[in-house]
């Protein structure tokens, strides 16, 4: 077992605040009437779990539903939270996206990967931010959560300098020093120094770091699986908790957090997506896929790898580009799943013509044809097998400009 030096670190790393000036307000009425939105609003979307999509700017969580509007000052639509697989903030596709919303993702760092410290738990938590002491205490500091105690046994990896890579633990603890060295073996502990008991040819020693010196580590504790809600805020953080709720007075609040407390509250202007169940919510970004040429083998020897969009995406759904003709294909998690997707030309493009095949195994489910003049097509499927197969078919004018997005991509599995 892992355990904690309880010495005085004199490491604190400076956390740059995300200030937005997106707002949303309501008021409560009299009798059972929903309440009636006023003031700004943000927009989102509610997705049940019969896979329809529910507009709500403004929105509203209590403990039994969740309300969205149509428009500010429209018609309030309410969906039991028992029904809800999620909501995600923001413009539905690329081509909708408004200028301001583009900035307020820029001004987050949203739109490229992560740089600043955080530390990621084994259950999927990312919660950036810096480290400090309280007392003898080496403590992870947060903007929304309470000081964390640094369990060792509960955590996936943690960067420590800005911008520092972070290492993939492969069979052992990885640690990475600020000068670009690197140290494999058992992290024991954390505190003035890291200390670690490192692996060599000649057998093992303990070795101990000031922590100043350490720029990022991994750990191989294996994966949890993600529970309950969860919710990601602009800046990269993705909290859990028992529950979430929003009220009147412009605060997302996160009942009892999985990493302690009884409540975090977080202004609704850095919302950006929430999982109701995270066991049945799955990114298909973060799925692997296989890739081969399908029927266009003949004239393509080799197809580019699918690419996933760096930064912060509600849902962690980030957006996957497909440069077909070509066929990926998908292992689910378990057999009877659902595919939710939106797919799009690149928000840059006005070619490309060719016909999006949806196959589950290898029976043909949905086809859909995608092209200048029907950019964005959204698709919801069922499927019976554990194997999900998405193949670019040309068209007439052949293989040129023809990519697909896939934005909001994500798989349901089945309930138990």
Same mark, same amino acid.
Do not use: Y
């Given at each position: 077992m892992r355990h904690i030096d309880h010495a005085p670190t004199p490491l604190t790393l400076a956390m740059v605040s995300v200030v937005l000036t997106m707002g949303v307000g309501v008021h409560g009425q009299d009798g059972d009437h929903p309440p009636t939105p006023v003031g700004g609003s943000i927009p989102a979307r509610m997705l049940d779990q019969d896979l329809q999509e529910h507009p709500a700017d403004p929105i509203v969580?209590?403990?039994?539903?969740v309300i969205g509007w149509d428009h500010p000052? %429209?018609?309030?639509?309410a969906v039991p939270i028992d029904s809800m697989l999620t909501v995600i903030v923001g413009p539905a596709t690329a081509r909708s996206s408004t200028p301001e919303w583009r900035f307020i993702r820029k001004r987050a760092g949203d739109d490229a990967a992560l740089r600043g410290p955080y530390i990621r738990f084994v259950d999927g938590q990312l919660i950036p931010g810096n480290l400090t002491t309280n007392g003898p205490m080496p403590l992870w500091r947060s903007a929304w959560l309470h000081d964390l105690p640094i369990d060792l046994d509960r955590i996936s990896a943690m960067r420590l300098i800005d911008g520092a890579e972070v290492p993939q633990a492969g069979d052992v603890d990885e640690v990475i020093l600020a000068n670009g060295d690197r140290l494999r073996g058992l992290i024991e502990s954390i505190g003035i120094n890291l200390v670690i008991e490192r692996m060599n040819e000649s057998g093992s020693s303990l070795v101990s770091i000031p !922590?100043?010196?350490?720029?990022?580590?991994?750990?191989?504790?294996?994966?949890?699986?993600?529970?309950?809600?969860?919710?990601?805020? *602009? %800046?990269?953080?993705? !909290?859990? %908790?028992?529950?979430?709720? !929003?009220?009147?007075?412009g605060y997302?609040?996160?009942?009892?957090?999985?990493?302690?407390?009884?409540?975090?509250?977080?202004? !609704?202007?850095?919302?950006?997506g929430v999982v109701f169940d995270a066991? *049945?919510?799955i990114p298909l970004a973060? *799925?692997?896929?296989?890739?081969?040429?399908?029927?266009? %083998? *003949?004239?393509?020897p080799w197809i580019p790898e699918p690419t996933v969009s760096p930064g912060n995406w509600p849902i962690d759904a980030a957006p996957i580009r497909l440069d077909g003709p070509l066929r990926a294909t998908w292992r689910l998690p378990a057999a009877g799943?659902?595919?939710?997707?939106?797919?799009?030309?690149?928000?840059?493009?006005?070619?490309?013509?060719?016909?999006?095949?949806?196959?589950?195994?290898?029976?043909?489910?949905?086809?859909?044809?995608?092209?200048?003049?029907?950019?964005?097509?959204?698709?919801?499927?069922?499927?019976?097998?554990d194997r999900l197969t998405i193949e670019i078919e040309m068209g007439d004018d052949g293989p040129f400009m023809d990519v697909a997005m896939l934005r909001e991509a994500i798989i349901i599995r089945p309930r138990s």
């Open positions: 969580i209590d403990a039994t539903k000052g %429209g018609i309030p639509a !922590i100043d010196r350490v720029a990022s580590f991994a750990l191989v504790n294996p994966d949890d699986v993600p529970r309950g809600m969860n919710a990601w805020f *602009l %800046g990269g953080h993705r !909290i859990a %908790g028992a529950g979430i709720r !929003i009220g009147d007075d997302v609040r996160i009942e009892r957090p999985v990493l302690g407390g009884d409540m975090a509250e977080v202004p !609704i202007d850095f919302l950006r066991e *049945l919510v973060a *799925l692997p896929v296989k890739i081969d040429a399908g029927d266009a %083998g *003949l004239i393509r799943c659902r595919l939710c997707a939106t797919i799009e030309l690149p928000l840059d493009s006005t070619r490309g013509s060719f016909d999006l095949v949806v196959r589950d195994d290898q029976q043909e489910i949905r086809r859909v044809s995608i092209n200048a003049s029907n950019p964005v097509e959204r698709i919801t499927v069922p499927l019976t097998s």
